[in-house]
């Protein structure tokens, strides 16, 4: 037997084994809940204030270049 017919076999007798369909099926609508109920969290936290609890990189790094010659930074 050549390892396609063995793979063959093995997903049409997965596909068909309604505890692995109920599991499958479970698992999307885990994840589907997570994440309408993480979004909803997050938009109830969230205020017109400018609060936010998701990631910015406003300020992260800041890279200060001392250069009295100006020869990296051109002020025009």
């Given at each position: 037997m050549?390892?396609?017919?063995i793979t ?11 505890k692995?369909?109920?599991?499958f ?11 309408l109920f ?8 969230e205020s017109?204030?400018g ?11 800041s890279?200060?270049?001392y250069d009295?010659?100006n020869?990296l930074?051109?002020?025009?």
């Amino acid at each position: 037997m050549s390892s396609w017919t063995i793979t063959k076999w093995e997903l049409k007798n997965t596909l068909h084994n309604r505890k692995f369909i109920l599991i499958f099926f479970l698992q999307l609508v885990v994840l589907l809940m997570m994440v309408l109920f993480f979004s909803s969290f997050m938009e109830g936290i969230e205020s017109d204030e400018g609060i936010s609890l998701t990631p910015s990189l406003n300020q992260f790094a800041s890279l200060d270049i001392y250069d009295p010659q100006n020869i990296l930074i051109q002020m025009k």
